[in-house]
C-alpha cells in the first residue's frame, strides 16, 4: 500500500488549500477508512478528520469542524481535505493514513492503527 499526500502550501490566514492523498495498492471499494493528521513543529501527530466509507460517515477534530471537508473519489483512488479559513494554527505537515475510525460521542473520533502513512505535505499559513 502506498499513499501519496500533494496540494500542500503556503497561504495567508483565512485563505483555503485542498490536500489530496492518493493510494496505491488498496482496494478503493467502498470499505475502507482514511484518516488526516497533522504534526506541528515540536509538537506530537494528531487526528484531524476521518472517512469511514463503509457506514457513510466523516468525523472532525473540534478545532477543524465547520471549516475542513473530508471526502472521497472513488473512480480515482483519493481522499481529498478541502481546508477553508485558514488560521495559522493550522500549520503543520499533514499526513494521510489507512486506520480503522468510530465516532467519539463527546465529540472528535476514536481511531485503531494506523496501518499505513503517506509522506506528507506541508501546510503553512500566515498571519
Known amino acids: 500500500v502506498q499513499l501519496v499526500e500533494s496540494g500542500g502550501g503556503l497561504v495567508q490566514a483565512g485563505g483555503s488549500l485542498r490536500l489530496s492523498c492518493t493510494a496505491s495498492?488498496?482496494?478503493?471499494?467502498?470499505?475502507?477508512?482514511i484518516g488526516w493528521f497533522r504534526q506541528a513543529p515540536g509538537k506530537e501527530r494528531k487526528g484531524v478528520s476521518c472517512?469511514?466509507?463503509?457506514?457513510?460517515?466523516?468525523y472532525y477534530v473540534d478545532s477543524v469542524k465547520g471549516r475542513f471537508t473530508i471526502s472521497s473519489d472513488n473512480a480515482r483512488n483519493t481522499v481529498y481535505l478541502q481546508m477553508d479559513s485558514l488560521k495559522p494554527e493550522d500549520t503543520a505537515v499533514y499526513y494521510c493514513?489507512?486506520?480503522?475510525?468510530?465516532?467519539?460521542?463527546?465529540?472528535?473520533?476514536?481511531?485503531?492503527?494506523?496501518?499505513?502513512w503517506g509522506q506528507g505535505t506541508q501546510v503553512t499559513v500566515s498571519s
Open positions: 493514513a489507512v486506520l480503522n475510525c468510530y465516532p467519539n460521542p463527546a465529540g472528535s473520533f476514536f481511531y485503531t492503527g494506523p496501518d499505513y
Open positions: 495498492g488498496f482496494a478503493f471499494d467502498g470499505d475502507y477508512n
Open positions: 472517512i469511514n466509507s463503509s457506514v457513510g460517515r466523516t
